[in-house]
C-alpha cells in the first residue's frame, strides 16, 4: 500500500479530523511549521472585529469593566492553566516568554539568598540563555552543563534555579519535569520550567510534579497569533512570598487606588507589569478556547501517530536522513528535526513546493506536526515532496541556496 493510501484510512478513522476546518490554511499548502507560528483559527478575524468595533469602538474606556478587559490576562491565563497541569488561579497570560523569564528568575533567586547560580543547559533556546546573562549585573552566576545525565549531579548548594525548556526547540527532546524538579527540590534549589514547545501539543503535569515556576509562549501551539501574548505560571505555594522586580502599575493590589507606594496584588496578578495588550489577548483566547476543546491528550496522540507515519513514509521512499529527534515518540515534542549539511537550501525547495518547515542553523531541518490541523495525508505529501527534492537534488538551484534575514 502508498503512503497515500494508508493516509487515507488513518484519515478516514481521525477523530481529530473534522478540526482542520476550524483552522483558515491557504490552498496548496502543508504547514509544518506550527510549532513556530501557530495556524490562524477560523473564528479569530471576527471576534477581533467584535473586540476593535463594538468593545473599543463603541464601548471605549467602560469597556475595561463592561467587557472584561480589567480580568482578560488572569481569565487566559485560567483557561491555559488546565492545559499545563495547574490551577486556575496560577497562571497568568501576560508579556512575552522573554519577560516573563527576567520576572520569574529573578523572583527564583529572591526566595534563595545565599544562592546566586542559574542552572541551564548550552543550546537551550537562545532568549533562555540570554535572560539569564542579563541577570548576572545583579549577581546571578550561569551554569550550564552540556550532558543531559550530569544536570543532577550539578544541582550543588550554589543552585538558587533550575531553569530548563521541556521539549528542545532545536530536537524536540523532552526533559522529565517530575524526576528533574523532585531532584531540583532535593538539592534546595528551585525549578522554572519553559514549556514554549510543550503547551498545546502535550500534556504537561506541572502540579503532579510539583514545579514551582514556568513560562510558555503563545503564538505556537496555542495559535495566538504573532506576538501573542505569553503566560506564567506560579505555584500557589509560593504566591505569598512571590517579589518579582517589574513592579507595574497593573501588577499592584489595588492600581486603581493611585497610591505612590507599591504593594503587590496577593495572587497572581502580581505578575502582572503594565496595562494588558487587550487585542492580543483577544486573539489569543480564541486559540486557548480551541485547543482546550479538542484536549491536550487526543492532540498528543495524534502529534506521536502524524510523526511516526511521516518517518513510515519516508522509509517507503528509501530516504535516508540523520534523525536527530528521540527516535521513541514518547520521547519527543511534536516535531522532527533532521540534520543534513545542505538543510537550509532543502527547507527552501519544500517551501517552493508549498511545505512550509523551517531551517535551525547550522544544519538542522525542522519539521512541526501541530496536530490540531494537520491531515495524514499531509505526511504522506510532505515525505514524498521531500523524497522528490533529495532524488531530484533540487535543493542545488542557486535560489535555493540564498540566506533570507529571517528563516
Ligand atoms: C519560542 C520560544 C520563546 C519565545 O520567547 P519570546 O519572548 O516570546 O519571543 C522562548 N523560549 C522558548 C523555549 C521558545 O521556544
Known amino acids: ?92 497570560a501576560c508579556d512575552s516568554t522573554s519577560v516573563n523569564l527576567f520576572k520569574l528568575i529573578a523572583a527564583a533567586l529572591a526566595m534563595r539568598p545565599g544562592r546566586k547560580v542559574v542552572l541551564s543547559e548550552p543550546g537551550n533556546f537562545p532568549t533562555d540563555l540570554y535572560m539569564i546573562a542579563g541577570l548576572e549585573a545583579q549577581g546571578l552566576a550561569a551554569r550550564r552543563v552540556a550532558e543531559r545525565d550530569r544536570l543532577i549531579a550539578a544541582l550543588d548548594g550554589d543552585v538558587a534555579l533550575l531553569m530548563l525548556t521541556h521539549a528542545h526547540y532545536k530536537t524536540g527532546a523532552l ?68 517579589q518579582q522586580p517589574l513592579t507595574g502599575w497593573f501588577g499592584h493590589a489595588a492600581p486603581f487606588a493611585f497610591s505612590d507606594d507599591y504593594e503587590g496584588a496577593p495572587g497572581i496578578d502580581r505578575l502582572q507589569c503594565g496595562t494588558p495588550p487587550i487585542l492580543g489577548l483577544a486573539a489569543l483566547e480564541v486559540g486557548v478556547d480551541l485547543i482546550a476543546e479538542i484536549g491536550v491528550d487526543r492532540l498528543y496522540g495524534k502529534s506521536q501517530a502524524l510523526s511516526e507515519f511521516f518517518l513510515e513514509s519516508l522509509m517507503a521512499h528509501d530516504v535516508v536522513l540523520e534523525l536527530v529527534s528521540p527516535p521513541r515518540a514518547d520521547e519527543r515534542g511534536s516535531q522532527l528535526s533532521f540534520r543534513h549539511p545542505e538543510a537550509y537550501a532543502i527547507c527552501q525547495a519544500l517551501i517552493a513546493r508549498g511545505v512550509i518547515g523551517d531551517f535551525r542553523a547550522p544544519d538542522i531541518l525542522r519539521l512541526g506536526f501541530a496536530p490540531a490541523y494537520l491531515s495524514f495525508a499531509d505526511m504522506a505529501a510532505a515525505a514524498r515532496h521531500l523524497a522528490d527534492v533529495l532524488a531530484r537534488d533540487e535543493w542545488q538551484r542557486p535560489e535555493f541556496r540564498e540566506r533570507a534575514a529571517v528563516t
Open 1 to 92: 500500500m502508498t503512503p497515500e493510501a494508508r493516509a487515507a484510512e488513518f484519515d478516514a478513522a481521525d477523530p481529530l479530523a473534522e478540526y482542520r476546518a476550524r483552522f483558515t490554511l491557504p490552498d496548496g499548502v502543508i504547514y509544518l511549521d506550527g510549532n513556530s507560528l501557530g495556524a490562524l483559527p477560523r473564528s479569530t478575524p471576527a471576534a477581533m472585529a467584535k473586540v476593535v468595533e463594538r468593545d473599543w469602538g463603541e464601548g471605549l474606556i467602560r469597556s475595561w469593566n463592561s467587557a472584561g478587559w480589567f480580568d482578560a490576562a488572569a481569565r487566559v491565563g485560567a483557561k491555559i492553566a488546565p492545559l499545563i497541569g495547574a490551577a486556575p488561579n496560577e497562571v497568568i
Open 175 to 242: 526533559h522529565d519535569i517530575a524526576a528533574l524538579t523532585r531532584a531540583a527540590h532535593e538539592a534546595g534549589a528551585l525549578v522554572l520550567w519553559d514549556l514554549s514547545h510543550s503547551t498545546g501539543a502535550l500534556p504537561v503535569d506541572l502540579n503532579g510534579a510539583g514545579a514551582d515556576f514556568a513560562v510558555g509562549c503563545g503564538y505556537k501551539y496555542l495559535c495566538g497569533g504573532p506576538g501573542a501574548p505569553a503566560f506564567a505560571f506560579v505555584a500557589e505555594s509560593h504566591h505569598a512570598d512571590l
